[in-house]
């Protein structure tokens, strides 16, 4: 998605017209960069909510960085699960949390001697960070389409989880708030931002200097390339050539190889590795 004011302002629209409808907003972002995928301003819209942050994709972050989000986030006042949308791991502590940020609610529905019905909930995040596999994740088989309920939901279908959460079928997209350089490579990395705002061989470049940084050991382990004062640009041709990726007269094909090392990064084939 290339995200210009038109879109920017739709979204927006779309995401306070929803968030009216919901109790719980569950804001997905990346294990491997969550602050980088995160957007005050569209935070400040659903603030009026209860607002739990979802770590998705933990299995491919580093562990000890997605403990340190969670108590940096926690401290902040905020409720945070950790989630691997892709085997169901941490599922049931997301239904917790809903429960836990619903129950202030529930209590005050009972004093006023009011029916307590099954909190509702919404999923919004920048793109590709999980958000349609996250639903189907919670959903599982029990799949309970509650229908479109005229006036009240406008069109909008309800999917009942497990211990009665409902939640919004279509999850609400966001985007960052892209304040630097780093913080846009990170995007691109995480597939979040187009490569129309970056070039592959940028971003490329940036994942073997974060890997010189982070994980040297990967570089020789996976792609057998010895690490030491080269610059990127020679770890990247050095790649290519124990690849073979070689065009005419045995210039290393750079193009196919940055391709190989976002694909690798992406899948985790090159281990958990966290961006921020
Ligand atoms: P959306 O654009 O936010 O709806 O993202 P999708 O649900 O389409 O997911 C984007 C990609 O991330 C897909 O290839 C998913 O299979 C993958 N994905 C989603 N959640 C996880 C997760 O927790 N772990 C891993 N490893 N992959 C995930």
Request: overall charge positive.
């Amino acid at each position: 998605i290339n995200w210009y004011p038109g879109h920017m302002v739709k979204a927006r629209r779309e995401i306070e017209e929803n968030i009216k409808l919901v109790d719980i907003v569950l804001m997905l972002l990346d294990a491997r960069a969550p602050l980088s995928c995160r957007n005050p301003d569209l935070e400040k819209i659903v603030s009026r909510k209860k607002l739990i942050f979802i770590l998705n994709k933990m299995d491919l972050a580093a562990p000890a960085a997605t403990r340190q989000h969670q108590k940096m986030l926690q401290q902040d006042g905020y409720s945070v699960v950790a989630m691997d949308s892709s085997s169901g791991k941490g599922a049931k502590d997301v239904v917790q949390a809903i429960k836990d940020a619903y129950a202030e609610q529930a209590d005050r529905l009972v004093q006023k001697g009011r029916r307590v019905r099954s909190p509702r909930v919404m999923v919004v995040g920048v793109p590709n960070v999980g958000k349609s596999t996250f639903l189907n994740c919670l959903v599982g088989q029990k799949i309970a389409r509650t229908g479109a309920k005229p006036g009240i939901t406008r069109g909008k279908q309800w999917i009942r989880v497990r211990e009665d959460v409902e939640f919004m079928d279509t999850p609400g997209l966001m985007w960052p708030k892209v304040e630097d350089v780093e913080q846009g490579l990170k995007l691109a990395l995480l597939d979040i931002v187009g490569e129309n705002a970056y070039s592959e061989e940028e971003v490329a470049l940036y994942l073997i200097r974060t890997l010189q940084e982070k994980a040297p050991q990967v570089i020789f382990t996976k792609y057998k390339v010895e690490v030491g004062q080269q610059s990127e640009q020679e770890i990247l041709a050095a790649i290519a050539q124990k690849r073979g990726y070689l065009n005419k007269g045995g210039i290393p094909d750079s193009e196919k190889t940055c391709h190989l090392l976002l694909q690798d990064y992406r899948r985790g084939n090159l281990g958990k590795i966290s961006l921020d």
